[in-house]
């Protein structure tokens, strides 16, 4: 049987997070909330002898999100309509770019692979352009409604180059781009408010092989995991067409998340002709030189570039890749770090496994954390020192947690401090031998596990006061 290999291509649609629709002054991103029809005006509604006029906020997340796609930014770009006749297009045509969009090349690095043994590669960027959304419709029994607050909304469409080759590239692929348009303040990338949509091309060819084979295209996928659900699928049926001698076709399916399978939509034979032409009522879109070299003073520092500071700085790719998921997250870090008082694993041990566990637990993100960055550092500092024990220092973790007191406060106030002094030190360890011989007895019979039980007794005695460092020197010393 011949072996296959994947070829995948996405196109994403991200809404803009900007102010205002793409062409009139309608306020954007109203969402589901909102009354239906509530954020319209006669230009979104597309009545006669109304213009669009450009807003700047959307060419600037446009330009800021191409910066974080390494697009090569063009100062000249145009618009055309793309044409077709649905309810949820007033005007019978989307205004979009076509031949000459904002954003050309460019590409992405993505990380995918188990923990211990991250890949990386790079995705190329085909271009990503600027249009304008479409109204929202549902479909009951009889009769569909249409909610306009969302045509007009602009949207950036992020076309890839056929350069991913399997389900959890396509799956790492989405996960950074999520990642990047968040960074920049692009776009909330909310998959569940529509914020992001993704259509899929998947085609099959023999490995080896360096020409394409027939693609399908798959939509009505809504989630990161449908899609590769969706891949998955479409890989073994394409796989198994070409394996019985057949021929794939050339069509759009549908994926139904309940059967878990796609579903032809329609060929491409009878697929519709959209007649592009240039936009008459928009004039090329011109970038000044100034106004570029102010977005780009104003873009944050990358997490591609964090995350080689992080690793320069002696975290493993693994926790520098999760201390830089969210914009947020990597200044929460670096904010508990800057003292130069908390070693970076430390930090990130406590904000990976504490922080970030309990937040999730509480689905809360980490601006809205109960224990600010600044407190975390005072506690990781009084750890660090020695003045509490690790141990100490989870309970001052959930208290401060709940009571969003300063951990200084709650280290007094429970009389909480480390006990390194050595004299009251090796008074609770000859306590702790002469009540427990039989683990003396194993211990120079060669367990040195047994030191265990000792330690635990003076742990007991000092009522978790003892440093442990130290308290392992001592029995040491005391039983040879
Ligand atoms: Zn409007």
Redesign the pocket.
Known sequence: MTEFEPVIGLEIHVQLASQT?LF?A?PNGVGENSKPNTS??P??MGHPGVLPVMTEGAVRLAVRAGLALNCAIQKHSTFSRKHYFYPDLPKGYQITQYDEPINGAGFIEITYGPKDNLQKKKIGIHHAHLEEDAAKSSHESTYSLVDYNRA?SPLLEIVSLPDLRSPDEAYAYLTEIKRLMRWVGASNCDMEKGELRVDVNISLRPKGQEKFGTRAEIKNLNSFKGVREALIYEIARQTKILNEGGTVKQETRLWDKEELVTKPMRSKEDALDYRYFPEPDLPPLVLKESWLDEVKAQMPELPASKEARFMAAGLSAYDAGVLTSSREISDYFEAVTQSGKVTLKTASNWIQTDLLGLLHAEKKEIEDSPIPADRLAQLLEMVESGKITRKQGREVFEEIWKTGESPAAVVEKRGMVQVSDEAQLEEWAKAAIAANPKAVADYQKGNKAAIGALIGGVMKLSKGKANPKVMGKIFTQLLG
């Open positions: 629709k009139c309608c319209v005006c230009v979104c007009g």
